[in-house]
């Protein structure tokens, strides 16, 4: 390999900013914050250690996910209740809005929808920032584990992790086979899951989250949802994210049904405007 003599030219070049997102629709937070306020919680679910469960939240709603009893991840998915096609979009939350989310950014759905699906109002892990390893939490970077990465690097029949987790609970929610589940579950929200890229080969790590119990993540349902979420088998992946042995903890999730009239003005949002015509 040559070096060229610019090399060190080319590598000063500034970076730009992919997608600028200052014209995103910015949520209400205020008008959600008075909302929640008055909200009474009206359901509740448990997603096991190493399993999953689903839950519904009706637009309008909070779905909050606490740690209840020790430091654990939990890998979520989201789907439109009534359209499982329309489905979070990772990738283009994390083109939107960063490698990781917080309060005020919100989960996006996929293609020809692209609109919020639900907006993160509260985070009590939103002080952990950015560390020195170039961590932090809630990611958008990482898949899920699943068995079939397991079985590329080490040969396995995992069934435990996060992929078959969430397959199973949406197939016990709606009453799908798991061949026909599978294809729906898609790639999650890492909740509390402290993760980052490494400076010197660009690999993904994860180290031991900094969630204990009573931090919780909390959300504005901008459009009915069903949800996923899985107690990653990892626990709090400080070592690894597929076993039987890491410490692991059930995850809570609670929903939240504003008093009526609290939205006054609030709307779902509206499916993306583009016309599809794709130049044809």
């Not at 996910?65 to 654990?72: C, M």
């Not at 994390?94 to 985070?123: C, K, Q, V, Y």
Request: glycine letters at 10%; proline letters at 8%.
């Amino acid at each position: 390999m040559t070096i060229p003599p610019d090399a060190e030219a080319r590598r000063a070049i500034r970076p730009v900013i992919c997608y600028p997102n200052e014209t995103l629709p910015v949520p209400d937070l205020a008008l959600y914050a008075r909302a929640r306020a008055g909200a009474v919680k009206v359901s509740e679910t448990l997603a096991p250690p190493r399993d999953a469960a689903c839950f519904e939240v009706p637009a309008g709603h909070f779905f909050r996910i606490s740690s209840v009893e020790g430091p654990q991840v939990g890998d979520l998915n989201l789907w439109n209740r009534d359209d499982l096609s329309e489905r979070f979009y990772s990738g283009k939350t994390r083109a939107l809005h960063g490698t990781h989310l917080t309060t005020g950014e919100r989960m996006w759905s996929t293609f020809p929808n692209l609109r919020p699906m639900a907006t993160i109002t509260a985070d009590t892990l939103g002080w952990y920032g950015i560390d020195s390893f170039g961590g932090s939490v809630h990611d958008v970077i990482g898949t899920r584990c699943d068995p079939y990465t397991g079985n590329l690097l080490a040969g396995t029949q995992y069934h435990h992790c996060c992929h078959s987790n969430l397959t199973r609970a949406l197939a016990a929610h709606t009453g799908m086979s798991l061949h026909e589940a599978e294809p729906h579950v898609h790639d999650v929200l890492n909740v509390f899951m402290c993760t980052g890229f490494t400076r010197d080969t660009g690999q993904y790590f994860m180290k031991a989250s900094p969630v204990r119990p009573g931090d919780y993540l909390e959300f504005f349902a901008e459009i009915d949802l069903l949800g996923g979420l899985s107690a990653c088998p990892g626990g709090d992946c400080s070592a690894e994210h597929s076993s039987d042995t890491a410490a692991c903890h059930p995850l809570l999730v609670e929903v939240f049904a504003p008093a009526p009239g609290a939205l006054e003005g609030w709307q779902v949002p509206a499916r993306n405007g583009y016309d599809r015509s794709h130049g044809a």
